[in-house]
């Protein structure tokens, strides 16, 4: 029986995931690694650190038992996207700590660029926003910053890279520098519509055009194999996508309208377009589908970048909990969150409101409040930011949302899940496996390959754990909704 080898790199710990032919996990591996916070707004990731917990967990999964390692057919790739690297091309040393998605350090050049009014022009291009969120001007911060970087990148000693282009650098030996279209996507330098890396864009981040960036491929292909001396034979790498993209064809959300939502660090949510590459006029970003052959397929998205690691700042900065799975019982321990409202704006707020300078808060505290209540409201925040996404999206869509299918750690939570439908007003489906991001890069690898021969065969393997029907009247729903957006206005310091 053939298997899938999924490498699921994400921001807080690398995974490895064995799938069988029918979609079902056979074996899973993980190992966490350092978050790196130099200064106030910034976080890096050791990029030695990203390969060595990656090959980490392959090793062990492959000798897992149950696991013929002479049965992986092929090997699929997804990563937390828009995190930068840049390394010496020729002895493959990375030049510094990675910029992960999260950092806020390149704000000024954004905000530069935006008083030059060249916003439009790379929105058109790429379908984003200019932000800090993105790589583009984490590559300029680097070559403005790093010493000798803009000097290596004018000699053309320096590459580029997303942490796919650096994982398959590392699992060939340096004999490949590639990526897929939806990692390309998330440069603010790729042209989503002519499928090309482009130079006035470049230009405008100052990014000399002899950096050398990998080529770019549909995320199902025959990228190449993985050195031999590594995990015992070659193996071929058939797959390759973002990690939302991956989560997306995961989720079987093939067709224009399909839209699921991942709860993670942050939470992410993506609606299919098909063919057509849609324009936001509701704060969302036009981006790159995962893509089986030469035909492009686009999606809308909306980023949250606090969602469940609000969780985790209940957990370590404030120490109300001891688990992150504690969340739960503890917001139950309330009736409701007694009129309170938590905006985790952390690292300011993403789609659609792109208020980079936002702090976070909390409103509505009284005497009355207990952690109980402040629980509830932290959770409440992640399917209130979600429901702003899917309002967004419903504005700028030709085909209704009917439903929301669902994956991360926290759609685990049940009483996180019947929150959301009800602000939603539509149901909220679970499926039974949730690894959805590493299940979209087995699924392009298999498809390269020949397991899977079409994508009726893949949607035929996605199976319903649970869906949550909305209770909420459609009046308290808005209610609830108008207050969260007073909250936030209050937060952003709009009077």
């Not at 106030?40 to 990203?50: I, M, Q, Y």
């Not at 954004?110 to 790429?126: D, I, K, S, V, Y």
């Amino acid at each position: 029986m053939p298997l899938l080898l999924a490498l699921d790199q994400g921001t807080s710990s690398s995974r490895s995931i064995v799938f069988d032919e029918n979609g079902r996990i056979v074996a899973m591996a993980q190992r966490e690694f350092r978050q790196i916070y130099p200064s106030p707004g910034w976080v890096e990731h050791d990029p030695r650190e990203l390969w060595e917990s990656q090959r980490a967990t392959v090793d062990q999964v492959l000798s897992a038992e149950g696991v013929d390692a002479a049965a992986i057919a092929s090997v699929g790739i997804t990563n937390q996207r828009e995190t930068t690297l840049l390394w010496n091309r020729h002895t493959g040393e990375p030049l510094c700590n990675a910029i992960v998605w999260q950092d806020r350090r390149a704000e000024p050049t954004c905000e530069a660029l935006r008083q030059q009014g060249l916003g439009p022009l790379f929105q058109q291009r790429t379908g984003l926003i200019l932000d800090a969120y993105f790589s583009g001007t984490k590559i300029k911060w680097m070559l403005d910053h790093v010493p000798g970087a803009r000097r290596m990148a004018e000699r053309g000693d320096l590459a580029f890279g997303t942490v796919d282009s650096w994982l398959v650098w590392q699992m060939t030996g340096g004999r490949l520098h590639v990526t897929d279209v939806s990692n390309a996507s998330r440069t603010l330098i790729y042209d989503i519509h002519n499928g090309r890396w482009d130079p006035e864009l470049m230009r405008c981040l100052d990014i000399p055009e002899t950096l050398c960036l990998p080529t770019v491929h549909p995320s199902s292909h025959a990228y190449g194999d993985t050195d031999p001396s590594l995990f015992g034979r070659a193996l071929p790498i058939g797959g390759i996508a973002g990690d939302q993209q991956a989560a997306l064809f995961g989720q079987a959300c093939f067709e224009a309208g399909m839209a699921k939502n991942t709860y993670g660090t942050g939470c992410f949510m993506l609606m299919h377009t098909g063919e057509r590459c849609q324009t936001s006029a509701n704060g969302l970003v036009s981006t790159a589908a995962a893509q089986i052959d030469e035909h492009r397929r686009y999606a809308l998205e909306g980023s949250v970048f606090i969602g469940g690691a609000v969780v985790q700042w209940l957990r370590d900065g404030l120490g109300a909990i001891q688990r992150s799975s504690d969340i739960e019982a503890l917001a139950e321990s309330v009736p409701d969150s007694g009129g309170v409202v938590m905006v985790p704006a952390f690292t300011g707020l993403g789609a659609p409101y792109w208020r980079p300078k936002a702090k976070g808060a909390v409103f509505g505290l009284t005497r009355g409040t207990g952690i109980g209540h402040i629980a509830r409201a932290a959770l409440e925040s992640i399917a209130f930011q979600s429901a702003a996404l899917l309002d967004a999206m419903r504005r700028d869509a030709v085909t209704p949302v009917t439903e929301l299918r669902v994956d991360g750690g926290a759609c685990a939570n049940n009483l996180l899940m019947q929150f959301q439908a009800d602000l939603l007003g539509v149901p909220v489906v679970r499926p039974q496996v949730t690894e959805t991001t590493a299940l979209g890069a087995a699924y392009l690898a298999g498809l390269q390959c020949g397991v899977f021969g079409s994508l009726k065969q893949i949607a035929s393997h996605w199976h319903v754990d649970r869906t949550f029907v909305p209770t909420m009247s459609r009046d308290e729903a808005q209610t609830r909704m108008a207050a969260w957006e007073e909250a936030v206005r209050r937060t952003s310091g709009d009077d």
